[in-house]
């Protein structure tokens, strides 16, 4: 049998995490949304333009899917992804010892630390491809549980190391909306994303393949 006693272990793996007034000041679900509002819909997120933002698309390159949004905004980037959650429990405390214990393996490390959005982890990563072996790059990794979908953001660059940059990256990722739709999802599957549809306010574009 299950524990499931107030405050066990596997009860706090499944609670929700988000700031208290996320509902408010997001990230927001699409039903707390301003419809009027200019936003660029991305299918699974939409987002407001604002001066200075960069967006990148991520595509997958083989089924040439769209796997994540990358936002480029203030000296840092900003990578975003939209998953679908159960109703009544959260996913990024068991998804964040995941990505610990994967960046672990790379041979990086993480340290655990409260942000704005609750729990996230500070993590030095082996850079890929680097010209000095042992180059470390560092990242933050941040998450909300909202209704039905789970939002996950890497921020890179000045957001790590500077406050000021870190509160403008922050803004941003209040900033999105998360479209979860109707359809039935499995926890865990990635929200689809699209390119900006044609006649929505746009940020430049560029699409990577990953």
Request: hydrophobic content about 40%; overall charge negative; glycine content about 10%.
């Amino acid at each position: 049998m299950s524990d499931t006693t107030p405050g066990s272990e596997e009860e706090l793996a499944q609670a929700k995490s988000a700031p208290a007034d996320r509902a408010t000041a997001g990230p927001l679900d699409d039903s707390e949304a301003n419809a009027v509002r200019p936003y660029v819909d991305l299918g699974g997120i939409k987002l407001l333009p604002r001066e200075g933002l960069q967006l990148r698309l991520e595509v997958e390159e083989g089924s040439k899917r769209v796997v994540a949004i990358g936002l480029d905004y203030a000296g840092s980037s900003l990578q975003v992804q939209p998953f679908a959650a159960p109703r009544s429990t959260g996913l990024w405390h068991e998804i964040r010892q995941q990505i610990a214990e994967q960046i672990s393996r790379q041979g990086g490390s993480t340290k655990l630390t409260t942000g704005v959005f609750g729990p996230e982890l500070l993590a030095e990563i082996p850079a890929a491809g680097a010209g000095q072996p042992g180059t470390m790059r560092l990242a933050r990794f941040i998450g909300v549980d909202g209704p039905r979908w789970f939002l996950r953001g890497v921020i890179a660059g000045e957001g790590v190391v500077d406050p000021d940059a870190a509160a403008k990256v922050e803004d941003l990722f209040r900033s999105i909306v998360v479209v979860r739709g109707n359809a039935p999802m499995p926890p865990r599957d990635l929200i689809p994303l699209q390119m900006p549809r044609t006649g929505t306010a746009t940020a430049p574009v560029s699409p990577q393949a990953t």
